[in-house]
């Protein structure tokens, strides 16, 4: 059921001696929502996101992600959850197959199942005849939707998405987006960050943050609403500005 929060955040903090890195913030999101964590530079949303998915320990506060505390099980939390990172989501010196064994290992499954969901995911993404090539020679969208597919190859709960279209054609970031909301449709939760600020209107809720806190938190209709503005971008022009 689309209700049932699958993140449920309170009062989380990251201190770096007496820098608030992100000051108590509390959210939830909902099973098979897209939520977008928006932020400009410096704004917390990326130390955020590693206390979410477990890489980094919160000084303070409350957080589950699928069921599993940020604090007592950030292993079980790596394990069920996918991840895919702008700068680095795969290993350009390996072919299309070798990434997909390498990842699908990673995450747990079987030789057999690995076998399977290679073919299953080149076809889906209809670059058959690309296994045996190089990761790094194929162009940045083919790539992008590969690293998505294989964040997604073990079938996790709920996947982040740290700045996924950085750097492509608006074409392709329109086609991966088709395939978030295919995912989303499925009961996949989808998490993402992103500077598109057109992008944010294609989420079921935005947050954004502003200095480690989070100032605004709605559906893009209701903010634009609320900030009496036309579009996602002047919403984070006034919180940046502090209007």
């Given at each position: ?28 999101v ?7 964590f928006?932020?400009?530079n ?5 130390t ?34 996918g ?13 299309v ?12 499954l ?7 969901k ?28 590969l ?95 502090g209007?």
């Amino acid at each position: 059921m689309k209700d049932q929060n699958i993140i449920q955040v309170k009062n989380l903090t990251k201190k770096y001696g007496d820098f608030f890195a992100v000051n108590e913030i509390s959210f939830h999101v909902k099973k098979g929502e897209i939520f977008g964590f928006l932020g400009a530079n410096g704004a917390g949303k990326t130390t955020a996101m590693k206390m979410l998915i477990g890489i980094s320990k919160p000084t303070y506060g409350e957080a589950t992600v699928a069921g599993f505390d940020v604090f007592k099980n950030p292993e079980k939390i790596k394990k069920n959850i996918g991840y895919m990172s702008q700068k680095f989501a795969l290993y350009d010196d390996l072919t299309v197959n070798e990434n997909i064994i390498f990842f699908g290992g990673i995450y747990g499954l079987k030789r057999k199942i690995i076998k399977h969901k290679t073919k299953e995911l080149l076809s889906y993404l209809g670059i058959e005849e690309l296994g045996k090539t190089l990761v790094g020679s194929l162009p940045l969208g083919v790539k992008q939707k590969l690293a998505f597919s294989i964040a997604l190859i073990h079938e996790p709960k709920i996947v982040f998405l740290d700045e996924p279209t950085g750097g492509v054609d608006p074409i392709t970031r329109r086609q991966f987006w088709e395939m978030i909301y295919e995912k989303a449709h499925q009961g996949t939760t989808i998490f993402v960050t992103t500077h598109y600020m057109d992008e944010a209107e294609y989420c079921d809720r935005v947050s954004i943050m502003v200095t480690g806190k989070i100032e605004a938190l709605d559906t893009p209709k209701k903010l634009k609403e609320i900030y009496k503005v036309d579009s996602m971008n002047e919403v984070f022009l006034k919180l940046a500005r502090g209007e």
